[in-house]
Nanobody, 119 residues
Framework: VQLQASGGGLVQTGGSLRLSCKASGRTFSSLPMGWFRQAPGKEREFVAGFTWGGVSTVYADSVKGRFTISRDNAKNTMYLQMNSLKPEDTAIYYC?????????????WGPGTQVTVSS
């Protein structure tokens, strides 16, 4: 499956953004899809995702209550609604067909989409 993340930008603290992840090549309705991010000088980390079966969601503690992951299987697209953004959310955001604990060996990361939150 090929994935393309988009929707990043520059926002002020407290602002909102919605990221999109468009999949092509195969349907992803049952895959464990996830959003990940990497801030400058830091390792890539899990942000939010769907578990196997594509129904249950899980979030990193740092974004719980602020970010919401969703998907539109008809459009083969996954979203990440980000509210109450903080400067520490600044990172490149990626999507991948991986879950919370098995993404570190994934080697097909695309360019991602830059999110910058100004203070």
């Amino acid at each position: 499956v090929q994935l393309q993340a988009s929707g990043g930008g520059l926002v002020q603290t407290g602002g909102s953004l919605r990221l999109s992840c468009k999949a092509s090549g195969r349907t992803f309705s049952s895959l464990p899809m996830g959003w990940f991010r990497q801030a400058p000088g830091k390792e890539r980390e899990f942000v939010a995702g769907f578990t196997w079966g594509g129904v249950s969601t899980v979030y990193a503690d740092s974004v719980k209550g602020r970010f919401t992951i969703s998907r539109d299987n008809a459009k083969n697209t996954m979203y990440l609604q980000m509210n109450s953004l903080k400067p520490e959310d600044t990172a490149i955001y990626y999507c991948a067909p991986k879950g919370r604990y098995d993404y570190t060996d994934y080697d097909n990361w695309g360019p991602g989409t830059q999110v910058t939150v100004s203070s």
